[in-house]
């Protein structure tokens, strides 16, 4: 998978074999996903026959919430430091816990594992129509920076419910993150098309992002081989639309990179095809493999959520432990199952979640025993 091709930062142990997965399904199609991801992996593993996925499934989300009135376990962070890499599916159920609680479990994980990098490639692929009228050829990775910025915890309510209420909710941006941030994706774009476009609103916000816009002055001297450009968040979302083939490796706060990679699915054909990858690249931590949608729960229970992206998170996934050939299948099995017609409601098709993981089991030469 070139998007995650060998770069010095993402050099892997060779010697392991067996790897063990924190599996968090979480709410809504987040488990339906999960689940078709999880046969894809082990039919993968299998076909190999180099390695095996050792999955230990963590029932949270709003079940849990319903018994113990919190998301996940206090020692969420313990449980799941142990394993070689966690896959969540998405969580949320807006009906059931209120949503900003819901994603308390996840956005700990990924700023207390310090998982900075988050990678969201978005592709087209031949069978699947993009939602915008031109036939752009996409193919573009957002790096999302992961573990600060807007979603930073930071602030609180004033005179709560009274004519008088005030919140504040502050950002943070440290000149550290946002220079890790920017040479990871120049590491990437250099792996790629050897272009890097950073997205800002600095004339607007004058403190943090004026300082992304200084970070980057002193950073992409290193990268004379990467052609480099900015542009305000505004902007972009007009040029995802209006040139999307224009870009390739887009670095944006936490924020921004979280609206522009719903953009990109939509550009695409789906939110449902897009993967990501929320890394450690110091690999001190274990990194977080997901979907870049959520708990879709106005198509939760129908059997019909496209599991692409969750696929392909399992295959980010593989390709991050060192399983670089057994993630190239899985893309591949998914570029044939599009290819020859096999496609969800979602991007034009009627097959259910099951039928379309079936597609990709037997494009990976796996027979589908029901
Ligand atoms: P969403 O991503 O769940 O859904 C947006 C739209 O895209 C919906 O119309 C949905 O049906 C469609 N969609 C998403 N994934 C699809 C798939 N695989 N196949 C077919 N269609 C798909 O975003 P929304 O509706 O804003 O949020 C729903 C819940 O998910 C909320 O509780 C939200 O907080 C949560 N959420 C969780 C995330 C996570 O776990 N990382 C990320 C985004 C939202
Ligand atoms: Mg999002």
Wanted: contains cysteine; hydrophobic residues 40%.
């Amino acid at each position: 998978m070139l998007w995650l091709a060998d770069t010095a930062a993402l050099k892997m142990e060779p010697s392991l074999k067996n790897y063990s997965i924190a599996v968090y399904p979480g709410d809504g199609i987040g488990v339906d996903v999960t689940d078709a991801a999880m046969c894809v992996l082990d039919a993968v593993a299998q076909a190999d026959g180099s390695f095996s996925l050792d999955q230990t499934r963590f029932d949270w989300g709003a079940d849990y919430f319903d018994k113990h009135g919190k998301p996940a376990p206090d020692d969420l962070l313990d449980t799941v430091r142990p394993f070689n890499a966690i896959f969540l599916g998405a969580v949320g159920y807006p009906s059931r816990y209120p949503d900003h609680v819901s994603l308390i479990p996840l956005v700990t994980i990924r700023q207390k594992f310090d998982l900075y990098s988050c990678v969201r490639p978005a592709r087209t692929y031949q069978g699947v129509r993009s939602l915008l009228a031109s036939n752009a050829t996409i193919d573009m990775a957002v790096v999302r920076e992961n573990s600060e910025g807007e979603y930073f915890t930071c602030g609180g309510r004033f005179k709560q419910g009274s004519d008088d209420e005030i919140a504040i909710q502050t950002g943070l941006h440290s000149r550290k993150g946002i220079e890790r941030i920017l040479r990871f994706g120049f590491d990437l774009a250099r792996t790629r098309r050897n272009k890097l476009t950073m997205i800002t609103k600095s004339n607007a916000m004058k403190f943090s992002m004026v300082m992304w816009d200084n970070v980057l002055e002193q950073v992409q001297g290193d990268y004379p081989d990467v052609e480099t450009d900015k542009q305000h968040v505004d902007a972009a979302a007009m040029n995802f639309v209006r040139m999307p083939e224009k870009f390739d490796v887009v670095v944006a706060s936490n924020l921004f990179g979280d609206i522009l990679t719903d953009l990109s699915g939509a550009i695409v054909g789906s939110l449902g095809l897009n993967p990501s990858a929320n890394l450690d690249p110091t690999r001190q931590f274990p990194s977080l493999f997901e979907p870049v949608h959520g708990s879709a729960p106005d198509i939760a229970g129908k059997g019909i959520a496209n599991p692409v992206g969750a696929i392909l998170s399992g295959a980010m996934m593989l390709d991050w432990l060192g399983e670089k050939e057994a993630a190239a299948r899985i893309q591949t099995a998914v570029e044939q199952s599009f290819a020859q017609g096999c496609l969800t409601p979602d991007v034009g098709g009627d097959l259910t979640t099951d039928q379309m993981t079936e597609a990709v089991l037997e494009r990976l030469g796996v027979a589908v025993g029901n």
